[in-house]
């Protein structure tokens, strides 16, 4: 079993809706969570992070986390276009450790 | 000052060349990390430094050499590389702390091995 688990996409929504972005993780013992937003040939920029059970608001973004069924997700209302790129999921299993899942590629249509 | 610089943003080497990636933040992280990154694929950890300490190497083959100098410098020293190797090399850094390790990134050096 992969340690972070993403659908790989592409995810499609029309401008204006809300995209949902999954990802599961296999370590019960991590502790942090991350979103980063990656566009094509750029470096990953760290968008949200989440610590505890529960949601996480900051502006047009949403994390949502559940660790007892080891589950992290990003809503993003109100999608744009600029929004369009691999959100990667990240999960750190140890405090000098950050691993990485696979990406989302999210595509907003205007 | 959350910025992490890495230079040079582009490399061309040879396989015979010895070449090396510098890393540099003043954002008192203690963690410095170095990932690599194919196209469509998510960052692949490489190393770990922790106050300046090797933490982890992921198996890393021995042509990649990492060095810390200092907590505010990190080295990825390249030798006889293959055409394979090409690819994004991230440099991040973060805080060393059990609930609070967001790794910023650098904008990476984009490698390619001829």
């Known amino acids: 079993q992969k340690e972070v688990e993403q659908n790989s996409g592409p995810l499609s929504v029309p401008e204006g809706a809300i995209a949902s972005l999954n990802c599961t993780y296999s370590d019960r013992g991590s502790q942090s969570f991350f979103w980063y937003r990656q566009y094509s040939g750029k470096s990953p920029e760290l968008i949200m992070f989440i610590y505890s059970n529960g949601d996480k608001e900051d502006g047009r973004f949403t994390a949502q986390l559940n660790k007892a069924s080891q589950y992290v997700s990003l809503l993003i209302r109100d999608s744009q276009p600029s929004d369009s790129a691999t959100y990667l999921c990240a999960v750190n299993p140890s405090y000098d450790k950050v691993i990485f899942g696979p990406g989302t590629s999210l595509s907003v249509i205007p | 000052d959350t910025e992490v610089t890495q230079t040079p943003k582009h490399l061309v080497m040879g396989m015979t060349n010895k070449k090396s990636l510098k890393c540099e933040q003043h954002?008192?992280?203690?963690?410095m990390y170095w990932y690599k990154q194919k196209a469509k694929k998510p960052p692949e950890l490489m190393f770990v430094y922790s106050y300046e300490k090797l933490s982890i190497n992921e198996s890393v083959p021995s042509r990649f050499s990492p060095e810390c100098p200092n907590s505010s410098l990190l080295n990825l020293h390249l030798h006889a590389l293959q055409p394979e190797d090409s690819a994004l090399y991230l440099c991040?850094?973060?805080?060393?702390?059990?609930?609070?390790?967001?790794?910023?990134f650098g904008q990476g050096t984009r490698l390619t091995v001829v």
């Open positions: 991040a850094s973060s805080q060393v702390l059990d609930r609070n390790t967001e790794a910023f």
């Open positions: 954002m008192g992280h203690r963690a």
